[in-house]
């Protein structure tokens, strides 16, 4: 493990200015517009490549929130610094997805219980075999009772981190990640998981859905950063 070094080379915080729970989405404007529009008395921490980090205040209880950027190596990178150098217990990944299953509608909400890859990210932790990508049920069981009572529209399963956005084929002729019983597809589920795993701490994603592989349906780049107030009020109150 890297020697403990505050600040690091990514996140410009001191010790102590980052909470014990950080909701992650990829984007840095939204965790703005989260600090903003949902914290009370939030403060910035981080600045540094433009990832900003906030902290703040969501029904008394102290929370964070940051940008991850995007695919399995930014949230590696984050992820490990936020767990161990500052001490996070609990990392909530909050964004899109696109949907590879029929059922699931744009907008809907997709809790990722586990987590699928194509990426290498998880085989450098050098174990004799595939690990298996899972959320914390501790956190899982909240997501779960705090969607109900929100009345989403929600689906609970395996997610697809996939490292190329512009995937030819995902599938490589085989069977399909669908007809494998994965919901949707994304890019950091699988390394959050894994560091979480590595880090002793607790993790989960909680995703609205963006677009569908199935009906061609999609979203703009502004309703994306701005209409998801569900996912974003599921996720506060898992804290």
């Given at each position: 493990?890297?020697?403990?070094?505050?600040?690091?080379?990514?996140?410009?915080?001191?010790l102590?200015?980052?909470?014990?729970?950080?909701?992650?989405p990829?984007?840095?404007?939204?965790?703005?517009?989260?600090?903003?529009?949902?914290?009370?008395?939030?403060?910035?921490?981080?600045?540094?490549?433009?990832?900003?980090?906030?902290?703040?205040?969501?029904?008394?209880?102290?929370?964070?929130?940051?940008?991850?950027?995007?695919?399995?190596?930014?949230?590696?990178?984050?992820s490990?610094?936020?767990?161990?150098?500052?001490?996070?217990?609990?990392?909530?990944?909050?964004?899109?997805?696109?949907?590879?299953?029929?059922?699931?509608?744009?907008?809907?909400?997709?809790?990722?219980?586990?987590?699928?890859?194509?990426?290498?990210?998880?085989?450098l932790?050098?174990?004799p075999?595939?690990?298996?990508?899972?959320?914390?049920?501790?956190?899982?069981?909240?997501?779960?009772?705090?969607?109900?009572?929100?009345?989403?529209?929600?689906?609970?399963?395996?997610?697809?981190?996939?490292?190329?956005?512009?995937?030819?084929?995902?599938?490589?002729?085989?069977?399909?990640?669908?007809?494998?019983?994965?919901?949707?597809?994304?890019?950091?589920?699988?390394?959050?998981?894994s560091?979480?795993?590595?880090?002793?701490?607790?993790?989960?994603?909680?995703?609205?859905?963006?677009?569908?592989?199935?009906?061609?349906?999609?979203?703009?780049?502004?309703?994306?950063?701005?209409?998801?107030?569900?996912?974003?009020?599921?996720?506060?109150?898992v804290?």
């Amino acid at each position: 493990m890297p020697e403990k070094v505050i600040p690091t080379p990514h996140i410009e915080a001191k010790l102590g200015d980052i909470a014990e729970t950080v909701l992650l989405p990829g984007d840095p404007l939204r965790a703005k517009f989260i600090a903003d529009n949902y914290l009370e008395n939030a403060v910035m921490f981080n600045s540094v490549r433009n990832m900003l980090g906030f902290t703040g205040y969501y029904r008394g209880k102290r929370v964070s929130v940051m940008g991850s950027g995007m695919g399995c190596a930014s949230m590696g990178i984050y992820s490990y610094e936020l767990m161990n150098i500052y001490g996070c217990k609990n990392l909530i990944r909050i964004g899109t997805a696109g949907a590879l299953n029929e059922k699931i509608k744009v907008w809907d909400i997709v809790i990722g219980m586990g987590a699928c890859t194509n990426s290498n990210y998880v085989k450098l932790f050098g174990l004799p075999g595939d690990y298996s990508c899972i959320c914390s049920y501790e956190l899982l069981k909240k997501a779960v009772a705090s969607a109900e009572k929100v009345g989403a529209n929600y689906h609970v399963g395996n997610v697809l981190s996939s490292d190329m956005f512009y995937a030819q084929n995902i599938n490589n002729g085989g069977k399909t990640w669908a007809q494998m019983g994965v919901l949707a597809v994304e890019m950091e589920t699988a390394a959050l998981y894994s560091n979480a795993a590595a880090a002793g701490a607790n993790a989960i994603s909680i995703f609205t859905i963006s677009d569908s592989d199935i009906t061609g349906e999609s979203t703009t780049s502004n309703e994306r950063e701005k209409g998801m107030d569900r996912m974003i009020k599921i996720a506060l109150d898992v804290i």
